[in-house]
């Protein structure tokens, strides 16, 4: 069994925490949060509940952080240093030497420390990286309505760095350029984003983030020679399309466009993400392997960044 404890349980801390109490391999012992209203989300009875984490840190094996992003780096620091195994929501940190002195601190103490790129475990975007080998266009878009629980973070932190860190995982080339252009709509900082990245191999990614949208929408598709690959994050569905022939239509007073192609529906096994992501932690924890992967991290951290810069919000 091992024994976990939530700090923060604002809107993702909750579900953390809701999950952890369902896992059978898994004791919450306690969660924190400044304001005693939050805990209320957890029911059980034997969990401790404070405001401060140190009320229960020796007691648990790790630490799921919920927190803003301004306090990961501190109470992150403070958790690795006690030998406690870390998973924090992303993105990890404010700068990326904090990020490098994290993952530093962690492999020094042994300790897992992971991410929180929730998508990573998403079934739909398991089965992508296997039908995908030579990619020449990407276009993502995440889009939906202003949530003010976000106000702190641009929309490339909030949205953004998710299709960000699936996208370098695909191409696996250097990003050789960017070019952005964004937009405040709700908050001081940028609500909405446009992205192009060109990378070292040829490859080419579109990306639009906004949290001022009126639908929600999370979905990213790949050109490949003689294959669209499209994937619906929400319904984790993954469709390849194979043209088979088209052709113009001319009609009196009209022309039309007419296109025939095969579809393939790719087999997903679906799943909560965010369970599959608690349960990659906790095996980490308990086999000692795929504990830290800085690489992968602090390569969608420092795009992440650079696009902030262009846009005035770093």
């Given at each position: 069994?091992?024994?976990i404890g939530v700090i923060g349980l604002g809107h993702?801390?909750?579900?953390?925490?809701?999950?952890?109490?369902?896992?059978?391999?898994?004791?919450?012992?306690?969660?924190?949060?400044?304001?005693?209203?939050?805990?209320?989300?957890?029911?059980?009875?034997?969990?401790?509940?404070?405001?401060?984490?140190?009320?229960?840190?020796?007691?648990?094996?790790?630490?799921?952080?919920?927190?803003?992003?301004?306090?990961?780096?501190?109470?992150a620091k403070e958790c690795l240093s006690l030998g406690?195994?870390?998973?924090?929501?992303?993105?990890?940190?404010?700068?990326?030497?904090?990020?490098?002195?994290?993952?530093?601190?962690?492999?020094?103490?042994?300790?897992?420390?992971?991410?929180?790129?929730?998508?990573?475990?998403?079934?739909?975007?398991?089965?992508?990286?296997?039908?995908?080998?030579?990619?020449?266009?990407?276009?993502?878009?995440?889009?939906?309505?202003?949530?003010?629980?976000?106000?702190?973070?641009?929309?490339?932190?909030?949205?953004?760095?998710?299709?960000?860190?699936?996208?370098?995982?695909?191409?696996?080339?250097?990003?050789?350029?960017?070019?952005?252009?964004?937009?405040?709509?709700?908050?001081?900082?940028?609500?909405?984003?446009?992205?192009?990245?060109?990378?070292?191999?040829?490859?080419?990614?579109?990306?639009?983030?906004?949290?001022?949208?009126?639908?929600?929408?999370?979905?990213?598709?790949?050109?490949?020679?003689?294959?669209?690959v499209y994937l619906d994050f929400t319904t984790q569905?993954?469709?390849?399309?194979?043209?088979?022939?088209?052709?113009?239509?001319?009609?009196?007073?009209?022309?039309?466009?007419?296109?025939?192609?095969?579809?393939?529906?790719?087999?997903?096994?679906?799943?909560?993400?965010?369970?599959?992501?608690?349960?990659?932690?906790?095996?980490?924890?308990?086999?000692?392997?795929?504990?830290?992967?800085?690489?992968?991290?602090?390569?969608?951290?420092?795009?992440?960044?650079?696009?902030?810069?262009?846009?005035?919000?770093?």
């Amino acid at each position: 069994m091992v024994k976990i404890g939530v700090i923060g349980l604002g809107h993702m801390g909750g579900f953390h925490a809701s999950i952890c109490s369902a896992l059978p391999h898994v004791q919450l012992v306690g969660v924190s949060d400044p304001n005693p209203e939050s805990w209320k989300k957890v029911h059980a009875s034997d969990v401790i509940k404070s405001e401060k984490y140190t009320d229960w840190i020796d007691h648990v094996d790790g630490v799921i952080i919920a927190v803003p992003t301004a306090y990961h780096y501190p109470i992150a620091k403070e958790c690795l240093s006690l030998g406690k195994h870390v998973l924090i929501e992303k993105p990890i940190t404010s700068t990326i030497e904090q990020a490098e002195e994290l993952f530093a601190l962690a492999q020094q103490k042994k300790c897992t420390l992971h991410v929180g790129h929730v998508e990573r475990f998403n079934g739909a975007v398991q089965e992508l990286k296997k039908v995908i080998d030579t990619p020449y266009l990407i276009e993502s878009h995440r889009v939906g309505p202003f949530s003010p629980r976000v106000k702190d973070d641009s929309v490339v932190l909030d949205l953004m760095i998710h299709d960000l860190d699936i996208i370098l995982n695909l191409v696996d080339s250097p990003v050789i350029d960017i070019h952005a252009l964004g937009q405040k709509v709700h908050t001081t900082s940028c609500d909405i984003a446009t992205v192009l990245l060109h990378f070292k191999n040829g490859v080419i990614a579109s990306i639009t983030s906004s949290r001022a949208a009126q639908i929600k929408q999370r979905s990213m598709a790949v050109h490949q020679k003689n294959e669209y690959v499209y994937l619906d994050f929400t319904t984790q569905d993954v469709l390849i399309h194979r043209q088979s022939s088209s052709s113009v239509l001319v009609g009196k007073d009209q022309l039309k466009y007419r296109q025939d192609s095969h579809i393939e529906r790719v087999f997903v096994y679906k799943d909560n993400p965010l369970k599959l992501e608690i349960e990659h932690f906790v095996s980490a924890i308990k086999t000692g392997t795929h504990m830290v992967n800085p690489e992968q991290d602090i390569a969608a951290l420092k795009v992440t960044f650079d696009i902030e810069r262009l846009l005035g919000v770093r």
